[in-house]
């Protein structure tokens, strides 16, 4: 079986050499185009919100008092992210959130001090220190 293979005609009064830098032209074009399109859609990107540690509503909070049981406390506030084995006395309830592209960060960090059983201090919007 053959193949047809048309012959490269000059078209409309253009030689050789100028429909190849014409062809270039367009393939640059083309790249130029596809690039700007992929610089597009790259910033269309979703971003997804993070969100760590416990949300406490502040009802909940101002309800732990001192001489509460740990059992109160775990059932108001809920289970504590950091339950440090070194100071069982001590339990931290840390929120972390962060939505989407935006770069305000939302940061909580209650700790809750124990005496035996009994609730001993309460501090309330501890500022995080970097480490």
């Not at 367009?26 to 993070?50: E, H, I, K, N, P």
């Not at 506030?77 to 959130?97: A, K, M, N, Q, S």
């Not at 770069?103 to 500022?127: A, C, H, M, P, S």
Request: aromatic share 10%; proline share 4%; with cysteine.
């Amino acid at each position: 079986m053959r193949y047809y293979s048309p012959p490269i005609i000059a078209h409309k009064g253009l030689d050789l050499q100028e429909m190849l830098l014409r062809s270039d032209t367009l393939q640059s074009l083309r790249r130029l185009v596809g690039a700007m399109l992929l610089t597009l859609l790259s910033a269309c990107v979703y971003r997804v919100d993070v969100q760590q540690g416990n949300l406490l509503e502040d009802n909940d909070v101002d309800a732990v008092q001192v001489g509460m049981t740990r059992s109160q406390v775990r059932f108001l506030l809920g289970t504590p992210v950091v339950e440090d084995t070194f100071h069982r006395d001590r339990w931290d309830y840390i929120y972390y959130f962060r939505q989407g592209r935006k770069r305000v960060v939302d940061r909580n960090w209650l700790i809750v001090y124990f005496d035996g059983d009994r609730v001993r201090e309460i501090q309330k919007d501890v500022t995080p220190e970097p480490t």
